[in-house]
């Protein structure tokens, strides 16, 4: 063997060991035979999995190996290693008795003759494992009930921060879905409520549908993986989700676009609260620890890790309760209201920000606040007004300024108190860039309203008298009536 071949086989070989150790899950099923019924189902570790494919791997030849466009020679080995060590991944909504099919239960090789069906999730599992086999020739397969060591916190804590990562590397996504049989019934199912079926929607590249009774919602001749899917499933799919179909087709994580990620995050549950911020870390792209038992603290410290690689206002255009750690920031996705087509709002921003700085991209968390520079423009007037509704009357404040008009909001835990301050912070001011600290508002160049903190300040909350940002049960938007400029003001909130 050559220098040359010796040196292909040692990076293959490195490679081929990263990738097993820090993509692939930490436990797989392993179903015996490879052909024809399954008979045992076995639990295996990485190791074992390495074993398995070695003399697969080292099978691979140079001439194997073609990069595709824009792809690196090794990314090219990665992808060509991913291709043959493939497994099946479930998605599903938990019921009742699902627990009971634990890591625990499955550790030792179990024959498929000798379960005990009255175990719960054990059907769905074994149901899981026939189409992992039968439909997708898969060998191996992952399952949330049972290929975590939930006993052990470092694998519970590594599966959710590499669970992103997991479903995204599978060769395919089987997703059962419990409450329905047809198309037309998919927004009633549960599936569509739960916060981690989200990632399960978002990350794999090759997903199929089946229903309650474990058949295709498209059969196999119409589509072998719905995200490929033109017609029904991916319009409809799009439609409950209110999901982009080029972002269910192919989701590309990370911090842009905030406001829409957490609008898909909104009207989902999940048992434990903690959940709401862990389901998100893969969709963001963020690092976090997990530590059960914070309770909300948890989604404040995902806001934290977004912060730290966001620069776009649009991540402040929140309303509702803030979080109890800071008045700056939304206390869950629910905050963030739903937004319509956004195209033509998105062509004229990217116009303008080639011209135009718009909003402060320096700001950040400091251990006195959100740091954040506005166009501060003061209140001059507020009065009372009383509206009627379904719920009874209720009372919003008026704040009026010549330049912006009257602004209606309702604030939430605060009303007008003789001698306090109001103003709106906008932040999605335009600066000439070199501009210095002067920004200014253009209503002649916008279509869409400008986005603003409504603040208050109390002169008697002395030592510490400075603007706070108010809780709105609404984004407060606001239509300058005519061209503004001044300089900037810091604010920390």
């Not at 999995?49 to 691979?60: A, G, K, P, Q, W």
Request: proline share 3%; aromatic share 12%; hydrophobic share 35%.
């Amino acid at each position: 063997m050559s220098s040359n071949e010796i040196e292909f086989r040692e990076l293959i070989s490195r490679m081929f060991d990263e990738y097993i150790i820090n993509e692939m899950p930490a436990h797989l099923l392993r179903l015996h035979p490879d052909t024809g019924p399954i008979e045992t189902i076995e639990v295996i570790d990485r190791f074992s999995l390495r074993s398995h494919y070695e003399t697969t791997v080292n099978e691979i030849r140079e001439d194997d190996i073609v990069p595709n466009a824009d792809e690196e020679w090794e990314d090219a080995i990665t992808r060509l290693i991913k291709e043959k060590i493939r497994y099946a991944i479930l998605s599903h909504r938990w019921v009742n008795g699902d627990s009971e099919t634990s890591f625990q239960y499955m550790q030792s090789k179990v024959e498929v003759k000798s379960f005990d069906w009255h175990v719960g999730g054990l059907g769905k599992l074994y149901a899981f494992c026939q189409k992992a086999r039968n439909d997708f020739n898969c060998s191996f397969a992952w399952c949330d009930m049972c290929c975590i060591d939930k006993t052990s916190s470092s694998e519970l804590d590594e599966a959710i921060r590499s669970m992103f990562r997991w479903y995204r590397n599978s060769h395919i996504c089987i997703t059962y879905l419990q409450g329905t049989d047809r198309i037309d019934d998919l927004a009633e199912d549960e599936w569509f409520k739960r916060g981690w079926t989200l990632l399960e929607l978002l990350a794999p590249f090759r997903m199929k549908f089946y229903g309650k009774s474990w058949a295709p919602l498209r059969p196999f001749h119409e589509s072998e993986n719905d995200k490929c899917d033109s017609d029904s499933i991916l319009q409809e799919i799009s439609r409950i989700t209110r999901i982009p179909e080029t972002d269910l087709r192919a989701f590309t994580p990370g911090t842009n676009r905030v406001q829409e990620k957490m609008v898909w995050a909104s009207s989902r549950r999940t048992t434990k609260v903690e959940d709401i911020a862990y389901s998100l870390i893969g969709i963001f792209d963020v690092s976090l620890m997990v530590a059960y038992g914070e309770g909300r603290r948890a989604f404040y410290r995902l806001m934290e890790a977004i912060l730290q690689s966001c620069d776009h206002w649009e991540i402040f255009s929140w309303k509702g309760s803030s979080s109890s750690y800071n008045a700056a920031l939304p206390a869950g996705p629910s905050c963030y209201p739903a937004v319509g087509n956004t195209g033509n709002f998105d062509a004229e921003e990217q116009i303008n920000n080639e011209h135009y700085i718009i909003g402060d991209r320096l700001f950040s968390l400091t251990n006195h606040g959100l740091k954040i520079k506005v166009l501060l423009v003061r209140v001059e007037k507020v009065r009372e007004t009383v509206v009627e509704g379904t719920h009874g009357s209720r009372k919003r404040l008026v704040f009026s300024n010549g330049t912006l008009g009257d602004v209606e909001l309702t604030c939430m835990h605060s009303k007008h108190e003789h001698r306090m301050e109001w103003a709106f912070g906008i932040i999605d001011f335009w600066q000439q860039y070199g501009g210095g600290d002067s920004a200014f508002l253009d209503p002649c160049r916008k279509s869409r309203p400008y986005t603003a903190f409504l603040l208050s300040y109390h002169p008697n909350a002395s030592p510490d008298a400075r603007w706070r940002k108010e809780m709105t049960e609404d984004v407060v938007h606001i239509w300058p009536q005519r061209h503004m400029a001044d300089s900037l003001t810091l604010l920390y909130l």
